[in-house]
Protein backbone atom coordinates (compact mmCIF):
# COMPACT_ATOMS: atom_id res chain seq x y z
CA UNK A 1 0.00 0.00 0.00
CA UNK A 2 1.76 2.87 -1.08
CA UNK A 3 0.01 5.42 1.19
CA UNK A 4 -1.80 4.91 4.49
CA UNK A 5 -3.43 7.73 6.78
CA UNK A 6 -1.42 7.38 10.15
CA UNK A 7 -1.63 8.47 13.91
CA UNK A 8 0.65 8.53 16.73
CA UNK A 9 -1.34 8.96 20.24
CA UNK A 10 0.68 11.00 23.15
CA UNK A 11 -0.03 11.83 26.33
CA UNK A 12 -1.71 15.29 27.05
CA UNK A 13 0.51 18.48 26.43
CA UNK A 14 2.90 16.01 24.59
CA UNK A 15 1.27 16.40 21.41
CA UNK A 16 3.32 19.40 20.03
CA UNK A 17 6.44 17.17 20.63
CA UNK A 18 5.21 14.45 18.74
CA UNK A 19 4.39 16.10 15.54
CA UNK A 20 8.42 17.60 15.69
CA UNK A 21 9.34 14.38 15.72
CA UNK A 22 7.37 13.26 13.24
CA UNK A 23 8.58 16.53 10.90
CA UNK A 24 11.81 15.45 12.18
CA UNK A 25 11.46 11.69 10.41
CA UNK A 26 10.22 13.42 7.40
CA UNK A 27 6.08 13.22 7.98
CA UNK A 28 5.76 17.06 8.73
CA UNK A 29 2.03 17.08 7.40
CA UNK A 30 0.73 16.28 10.83
CA UNK A 31 -2.82 17.44 12.36
CA UNK A 32 -3.96 16.84 16.06
CA UNK A 33 -6.70 15.72 16.94
CA UNK A 34 -7.77 14.14 21.10
CA UNK A 35 -4.31 12.99 21.60
CA UNK A 36 -3.73 11.80 18.21
CA UNK A 37 -1.32 13.40 15.84
CA UNK A 38 -2.03 12.18 12.45
CA UNK A 39 0.38 12.33 9.48
CA UNK A 40 0.60 10.49 6.43
CA UNK A 41 2.83 7.49 5.69
CA UNK A 42 3.52 4.31 4.01
CA UNK A 43 4.83 0.73 5.52
CA UNK A 44 8.73 2.29 5.73
CA UNK A 45 7.09 4.83 7.76
CA UNK A 46 5.22 2.47 10.28
CA UNK A 47 8.38 0.70 11.16
CA UNK A 48 10.43 3.72 11.34
CA UNK A 49 8.16 5.42 13.34
CA UNK A 50 7.98 2.84 16.06
CA UNK A 51 11.85 2.55 15.85
CA UNK A 52 12.44 6.37 16.33
CA UNK A 53 9.71 8.04 18.36
CA UNK A 54 10.86 8.64 21.49
CA UNK A 55 7.64 10.87 23.23
CA UNK A 56 4.54 8.66 21.64
CA UNK A 57 2.70 6.29 23.01
CA UNK A 58 1.84 4.23 19.94
CA UNK A 59 1.16 3.83 16.55
CA UNK A 60 -1.86 3.40 14.61
CA UNK A 61 -3.17 2.70 10.88
CA UNK A 62 -6.53 4.36 10.28
CA UNK A 63 -8.54 1.80 8.55
CA UNK A 64 -12.22 3.48 8.54
CA UNK A 65 -14.00 6.93 9.79
CA UNK A 66 -17.34 7.60 9.72
CA UNK A 67 -20.42 8.41 11.78
CA UNK A 68 -22.42 6.10 14.02
CA UNK A 69 -25.70 7.45 15.97
CA UNK A 70 -27.10 3.79 15.49
CA UNK A 71 -25.24 0.09 15.92
CA UNK A 72 -26.72 -0.81 12.84
CA UNK A 73 -24.67 2.21 11.18
CA UNK A 74 -21.92 1.18 13.04
CA UNK A 75 -22.08 -3.03 11.90
CA UNK A 76 -22.74 -1.82 8.22
CA UNK A 77 -19.92 0.45 8.31
CA UNK A 78 -17.26 -1.32 10.06
CA UNK A 79 -18.49 -4.31 7.79
CA UNK A 80 -17.61 -2.30 5.37
CA UNK A 81 -13.92 -2.33 5.63
CA UNK A 82 -12.20 -5.13 3.84
CA UNK A 83 -10.81 -6.65 6.49
CA UNK A 84 -9.21 -9.90 4.78
CA UNK A 85 -6.56 -7.61 3.15
CA UNK A 86 -5.57 -6.85 6.58
CA UNK A 87 -6.62 -10.17 9.09
CA UNK A 88 -5.12 -13.79 7.59
CA UNK A 89 -7.57 -16.23 9.09
CA UNK A 90 -5.85 -17.57 12.11
CA UNK A 91 -5.14 -13.70 13.34
CA UNK A 92 -6.05 -12.93 16.69
CA UNK A 93 -7.91 -9.86 16.66
CA UNK A 94 -8.97 -8.25 20.03
CA UNK A 95 -11.21 -4.86 19.82
CA UNK A 96 -10.72 -1.96 22.22
CA UNK A 97 -11.70 1.20 22.41
CA UNK A 98 -13.82 4.65 23.51
CA UNK A 99 -16.94 6.74 23.75
CA UNK A 100 -17.19 10.16 24.51
CA UNK A 101 -20.11 12.36 23.87
CA UNK A 102 -21.49 9.89 21.28
CA UNK A 103 -25.43 8.54 21.14
CA UNK A 104 -23.21 5.10 21.15
CA UNK A 105 -21.36 5.10 25.12
CA UNK A 106 -21.32 1.65 25.77
CA UNK A 107 -17.74 0.67 25.16
CA UNK A 108 -18.72 -3.15 25.61
CA UNK A 109 -21.50 -3.40 23.32
CA UNK A 110 -19.58 -1.22 20.87
CA UNK A 111 -16.78 -3.76 21.15
CA UNK A 112 -19.09 -6.53 20.61
CA UNK A 113 -20.53 -5.10 16.83
CA UNK A 114 -17.20 -4.32 15.40
CA UNK A 115 -16.28 -7.55 16.18
CA UNK A 116 -19.48 -9.40 15.05
CA UNK A 117 -18.89 -7.11 11.84
CA UNK A 118 -15.76 -8.12 11.37
CA UNK A 119 -16.24 -11.83 11.67
CA UNK A 120 -19.36 -11.54 9.44
CA UNK A 121 -17.36 -10.59 6.78
CA UNK A 122 -14.53 -12.73 7.25
CA UNK A 123 -16.71 -15.82 7.36
CA UNK A 124 -18.11 -14.95 3.80
CA UNK A 125 -14.26 -14.62 2.90
CA UNK A 126 -12.23 -17.59 4.37
CA UNK A 127 -15.93 -19.83 4.27
CA UNK A 128 -15.08 -20.34 7.94
CA UNK A 129 -18.45 -20.21 10.39
CA UNK A 130 -15.20 -19.92 13.45
CA UNK A 131 -11.59 -18.41 13.48
CA UNK A 132 -9.15 -19.70 15.93
CA UNK A 133 -7.20 -16.54 16.54
CA UNK A 134 -3.85 -18.21 16.84
CA UNK A 135 -2.00 -16.50 15.05
CA UNK A 136 0.08 -12.87 14.82
CA UNK A 137 -1.72 -10.09 17.16
CA UNK A 138 -3.70 -7.17 15.06
CA UNK A 139 -5.34 -4.77 17.98
CA UNK A 140 -7.97 -3.41 16.52
CA UNK A 141 -8.99 0.06 18.36
CA UNK A 142 -11.99 2.18 18.09
CA UNK A 143 -12.35 6.12 19.13
CA UNK A 144 -16.53 7.04 19.00
CA UNK A 145 -16.42 11.07 19.56
CA UNK A 146 -19.72 13.12 18.79
CA UNK A 147 -19.96 10.25 17.16
CA UNK A 148 -17.78 9.97 14.51
CA UNK A 149 -16.10 6.85 14.76
CA UNK A 150 -12.41 6.36 14.03
CA UNK A 151 -11.53 2.05 13.35
CA UNK A 152 -7.25 1.37 13.66
CA UNK A 153 -5.12 -0.62 13.80
CA UNK A 154 -2.79 -0.73 16.60
CA UNK A 155 0.75 -1.03 15.29
CA UNK A 156 2.92 -0.99 18.16
CA UNK A 157 1.46 -3.57 20.74
CA UNK A 158 3.20 -2.89 23.92
CA UNK A 159 3.49 1.21 24.77
CA UNK A 160 6.28 2.57 23.22
CA UNK A 161 7.54 3.85 26.78
CA UNK A 162 8.78 0.07 27.08
CA UNK A 163 11.91 -0.06 25.94
CA UNK A 164 13.21 -3.09 27.20
CA UNK A 165 16.04 -1.90 29.19
CA UNK A 166 14.25 -0.80 32.36
CA UNK A 167 12.72 -4.41 34.08
CA UNK A 168 13.82 -3.40 37.91
CA UNK A 169 10.77 -1.48 39.96
CA UNK A 170 11.30 1.61 41.94
CA UNK A 171 9.06 3.72 43.58
CA UNK A 172 7.00 6.59 41.50
CA UNK A 173 9.13 6.19 38.00
CA UNK A 174 8.87 8.30 35.04
CA UNK A 175 7.61 6.96 32.03
CA UNK A 176 10.35 6.93 29.46
CA UNK A 177 8.32 8.64 26.60
CA UNK A 178 7.85 11.87 29.23
CA UNK A 179 11.47 11.39 30.08
CA UNK A 180 11.89 11.82 26.71
CA UNK A 181 9.17 14.86 25.96
CA UNK A 182 10.77 16.92 29.09
CA UNK A 183 14.13 16.47 27.37
CA UNK A 184 12.99 17.96 24.12
CA UNK A 185 10.44 20.55 25.55
CA UNK A 186 13.82 22.09 27.13
CA UNK A 187 15.77 21.73 23.87
CA UNK A 188 18.83 20.21 25.79
CA UNK A 189 21.13 19.46 22.77
CA UNK A 190 24.17 16.64 23.50
CA UNK A 191 27.52 18.25 24.61
CA UNK A 192 25.62 20.34 27.18
CA UNK A 193 26.09 18.90 30.84
CA UNK A 194 22.68 17.55 32.16
CA UNK A 195 21.93 16.33 35.38
CA UNK A 196 18.95 14.86 37.13
CA UNK A 197 19.49 15.48 41.29
CA UNK A 198 16.61 13.23 41.81
CA UNK A 199 17.00 10.16 39.11
CA UNK A 200 15.85 7.37 40.97
CA UNK A 201 16.42 4.46 38.28
CA UNK A 202 17.69 6.76 35.62
CA UNK A 203 15.07 7.23 33.32
CA UNK A 204 16.14 11.06 32.26
CA UNK A 205 19.87 10.11 32.11
CA UNK A 206 19.10 7.05 30.27
CA UNK A 207 16.73 8.73 27.79
CA UNK A 208 19.60 11.29 27.01
CA UNK A 209 21.91 9.60 26.85
CA UNK A 210 20.38 7.34 24.00
CA UNK A 211 19.71 11.05 22.14
CA UNK A 212 22.76 11.95 22.56
CA UNK A 213 24.02 8.25 20.60
CA UNK A 214 21.09 8.72 17.83
CA UNK A 215 20.24 5.20 18.96
CA UNK A 216 16.40 4.70 18.23
CA UNK A 217 14.47 3.72 21.44
CA UNK A 218 12.88 0.75 20.15
CA UNK A 219 15.56 -1.00 18.64
CA UNK A 220 16.09 -3.44 21.08
CA UNK A 221 11.96 -4.49 21.20
CA UNK A 222 9.51 -5.80 19.23
CA UNK A 223 6.06 -4.62 17.51
CA UNK A 224 3.24 -6.21 16.96
CA UNK A 225 3.11 -5.21 13.36
CA UNK A 226 6.88 -7.28 12.53
CA UNK A 227 4.55 -10.27 12.35
CA UNK A 228 2.20 -9.09 10.24
CA UNK A 229 2.22 -10.88 7.27
CA UNK A 230 1.06 -7.72 5.28
CA UNK A 231 4.06 -5.63 5.87
CA UNK A 232 7.12 -7.25 3.95
CA UNK A 233 9.72 -8.07 5.93
CA UNK A 234 12.13 -6.38 3.78
CA UNK A 235 10.72 -3.04 5.29
CA UNK A 236 11.27 -3.94 8.75
CA UNK A 237 14.96 -5.32 8.03
CA UNK A 238 15.71 -2.03 6.13
CA UNK A 239 14.46 0.33 9.10
CA UNK A 240 16.58 -2.39 11.47
CA UNK A 241 19.78 -1.27 9.21
CA UNK A 242 18.95 1.92 8.77
CA UNK A 243 18.96 2.93 12.67
CA UNK A 244 22.03 0.62 13.25
CA UNK A 245 23.95 2.79 11.25
CA UNK A 246 22.72 6.36 12.80
CA UNK A 247 24.05 5.39 16.08
CA UNK A 248 26.95 7.41 16.69
CA UNK A 249 29.87 7.32 19.40
CA UNK A 250 30.26 9.52 22.38
CA UNK A 251 33.46 10.13 23.82
CA UNK A 252 33.21 12.66 26.39
CA UNK A 253 30.18 12.03 29.53
CA UNK A 254 28.11 15.16 30.01
CA UNK A 255 25.24 13.20 31.35
CA UNK A 256 24.88 12.30 35.36
CA UNK A 257 22.15 11.24 37.58
CA UNK A 258 22.50 11.62 41.49
CA UNK A 259 19.91 10.08 43.81
CA UNK A 260 20.39 10.20 47.87
CA UNK A 261 19.04 6.07 48.02
CA UNK A 262 21.96 3.74 47.16
CA UNK A 263 19.20 1.28 45.76
CA UNK A 264 17.81 3.59 43.06
CA UNK A 265 21.56 4.07 42.17
CA UNK A 266 22.20 0.47 41.50
CA UNK A 267 19.24 0.05 39.50
CA UNK A 268 20.33 2.78 36.84
CA UNK A 269 23.47 1.47 36.32
CA UNK A 270 21.64 -1.98 36.09
CA UNK A 271 19.08 -0.09 33.16
CA UNK A 272 21.88 1.82 31.64
CA UNK A 273 23.96 -1.49 31.00
CA UNK A 274 20.62 -2.54 29.60
CA UNK A 275 20.34 0.31 27.17
CA UNK A 276 23.78 0.07 26.38
CA UNK A 277 24.20 3.19 27.59
CA UNK A 278 26.60 3.09 30.67
CA UNK A 279 29.65 4.14 28.85
CA UNK A 280 28.27 7.77 28.80
CA UNK A 281 26.08 8.22 31.75
CA UNK A 282 27.36 8.77 35.34
CA UNK A 283 25.29 7.91 38.60
CA UNK A 284 26.28 8.96 41.79
CA UNK A 285 24.90 8.44 45.21
CA UNK A 286 24.76 12.18 46.01
CA UNK A 287 22.47 14.45 48.34
CA UNK A 288 20.84 16.90 45.77
CA UNK A 289 21.95 19.58 48.38
CA UNK A 290 25.74 18.99 47.34
CA UNK A 291 25.38 19.14 44.06
CA UNK A 292 28.13 21.65 42.08
CA UNK A 293 29.57 21.60 38.74
CA UNK A 294 32.19 23.92 37.30
CA UNK A 295 31.02 23.73 33.93
CA UNK A 296 28.75 26.57 32.60
CA UNK A 297 25.33 27.18 30.49
CA UNK A 298 24.54 22.96 31.84
CA UNK A 299 21.14 21.39 32.12
CA UNK A 300 19.08 20.29 35.23
CA UNK A 301 15.78 18.06 34.16
CA UNK A 302 14.87 16.15 37.31
CA UNK A 303 11.69 14.91 38.59
CA UNK A 304 12.07 15.21 42.78
CA UNK A 305 9.40 13.71 45.03
CA UNK A 306 5.53 15.27 45.31
CA UNK A 307 4.01 13.11 47.90
CA UNK A 308 0.18 14.43 48.34
CA UNK A 309 -0.08 13.04 52.21
CA UNK A 310 0.11 16.15 54.84
CA UNK A 311 3.71 14.72 56.27
CA UNK A 312 5.15 14.54 52.52
CA UNK A 313 3.54 18.32 51.45
CA UNK A 314 5.80 19.68 54.51
CA UNK A 315 8.72 17.98 53.88
CA UNK A 316 8.50 18.24 50.01
CA UNK A 317 8.07 22.27 50.83
CA UNK A 318 11.33 22.05 52.67
CA UNK A 319 13.28 20.06 50.27
CA UNK A 320 11.83 22.14 47.41
CA UNK A 321 13.26 25.95 49.23
CA UNK A 322 16.68 23.96 49.56
CA UNK A 323 16.50 22.84 45.42
CA UNK A 324 16.13 26.65 45.19
CA UNK A 325 19.08 27.75 47.24
CA UNK A 326 21.34 25.09 45.79
CA UNK A 327 20.54 25.55 42.13
CA UNK A 328 20.59 29.13 42.84
CA UNK A 329 25.03 28.57 42.69
CA UNK A 330 24.99 27.57 38.93
CA UNK A 331 23.88 30.97 37.74
CA UNK A 332 24.08 29.98 34.38
CA UNK A 333 22.46 26.57 33.96
CA UNK A 334 18.57 26.15 32.87
CA UNK A 335 16.58 23.91 35.38
CA UNK A 336 13.68 22.01 33.85
CA UNK A 337 11.35 20.39 37.32
CA UNK A 338 8.10 18.16 36.42
CA UNK A 339 6.02 18.94 39.82
CA UNK A 340 2.51 18.31 41.23
CA UNK A 341 2.68 20.98 43.90
CA UNK A 342 0.75 24.05 42.95
CA UNK A 343 2.73 25.72 45.03
CA UNK A 344 6.00 24.84 43.95
CA UNK A 345 6.79 27.99 42.89
CA UNK A 346 6.36 29.62 46.11
CA UNK A 347 8.81 27.20 47.87
CA UNK A 348 11.77 26.97 45.62
CA UNK A 349 11.55 30.71 45.71
CA UNK A 350 11.19 31.74 41.94
CA UNK A 351 8.71 31.69 39.64
CA UNK A 352 9.18 30.10 36.33
CA UNK A 353 9.89 31.70 33.17
CA UNK A 354 7.46 29.14 31.48
CA UNK A 355 5.60 26.12 32.96
CA UNK A 356 3.55 23.68 30.50
CA UNK A 357 0.40 21.11 31.99
CA UNK A 358 1.58 17.43 32.14
CA UNK A 359 0.42 14.32 33.14
CA UNK A 360 2.80 11.98 35.01
CA UNK A 361 1.19 8.78 35.62
CA UNK A 362 -2.35 10.07 35.59
CA UNK A 363 -1.29 13.01 38.28
CA UNK A 364 -1.57 16.67 36.59
CA UNK A 365 1.74 18.26 37.02
CA UNK A 366 3.38 21.07 35.75
CA UNK A 367 6.85 21.35 33.70
CA UNK A 368 8.62 24.38 35.47
CA UNK A 369 10.83 26.06 32.99
CA UNK A 370 13.56 28.43 34.40
CA UNK A 371 15.66 29.40 31.44
CA UNK A 372 19.29 30.25 32.15
CA UNK A 373 21.21 32.76 29.90
CA UNK A 374 22.55 31.79 26.62
CA UNK A 375 26.26 30.15 25.25
CA UNK A 376 28.58 32.99 25.16
Known amino acids: MDKLRLFATAAFGVESVVARELKHLGYGDTHTDNGRIFFEGDFEAVCRTNLWL??????????????ATTFSD???ATASIPWEDWLPKDAEFPVTGKCVKSVLMSISDCQSIIKKAIVERLKKVYKLETFPETGSRYHIDFSITKDKVTISLDTTGEGLHKRGYRSLGYEAPIKETLAAAMLMI????????LIDP????????IEAA?????????????FDCQEWSVIPKKIWYNALDEARDLIKPVNEITIQGFDINPEAI???????????????????????????????YGFIITNPPYGQRLGEKKENSLLYRDMGKTFSKL?????????????????????????????????LCYY????GPKPE
Open 331 to 363: PTWSYYIINADPDFEKHFGRKADKNRKLFNGGL
Open 54 to 67: RSAERVHIVLSEFT
Open 186 to 193: SRWTPGRH
Open 210 to 222: LMAMNKAPGIDRE
Open 368 to 371: YQYF
Open 74 to 76: LFD
Open 266 to 296: SMANYHARQAGVSDIVHFQVRDMRDISSKAK
Open 198 to 205: FCGSGTIP
